[in-house]
């Protein structure tokens, strides 16, 4: 695999951890859909989740991340721009649901009531919570500069990395 | 069918025509690259990540 990036070898403890670490955000999420919104239950998961994600970020991150925030503010309207489409689809979907918010309307849904009739199911729950919680994952660990990358002479960061925390 | 529901129903083909355009046409750049363009920096995973929490928050925790 000439050019290609090497993967890293892991060993069975780690193959058994990530097993496990599977098996467990299963259950996690069967478990969920069990659950009521209004529930304490409920409530501690989901911030126990939140927690746990953001002190993931910050774990995993230090040191990894691609561009300083300064450097990435400076390209990021340029970007959004070049994706013009989306940041209108974005801004439209935004605002009609802060509109419909707003008005408290029946005739006027929120984004969050409409997708209500499907987290009012076990199943839609816990189908919603586990794309929620890959979202979060993939937020917090996705698009890092790896340490395989620099010791496989893969050279330099595209841009200057930033310092440890945000 | 309601106002809102009209309107949202205009939103999401919007979303899936564009999803499927920025697919089949190259240079179109497409949401994942949206979404990498946030994790470039703390700044940008940090704002990502708080929209995600409250989303979450709101959705699994209040009246939806």
Known sequence: MAGGRRRPTTTPIARLARAVGVVALAALVAWEGSLGRYSAASHASVLAVIVSVVLLALVAGRSRQRASSRTWAGGIVRMLREAAVWSVLIAATVSWDLASFVAQSHSLPTLSRILGAVTDHDWGRALVFAAWLVLGLYLTLGERRGPVARAAGEGPPRERPSTGGP | ?64
């Open chain 2, 1 to 64: 069918m309601t106002v809102g529901a009209a309107v949202w129903a205009g939103i999401g083909a919007a979303w899936l025509v564009w999803l499927v355009a920025s697919r089949l046409v190259r240079p179109l750049p497409g949401i994942d690259a949206v979404v990498k363009a946030f994790l470039g920096s703390w700044l940008g995973r940090v704002l990502a990540l708080a929209a995600w929490a409250e989303a979450g928050w709101h959705l699994f925790g209040q009246r939806p």
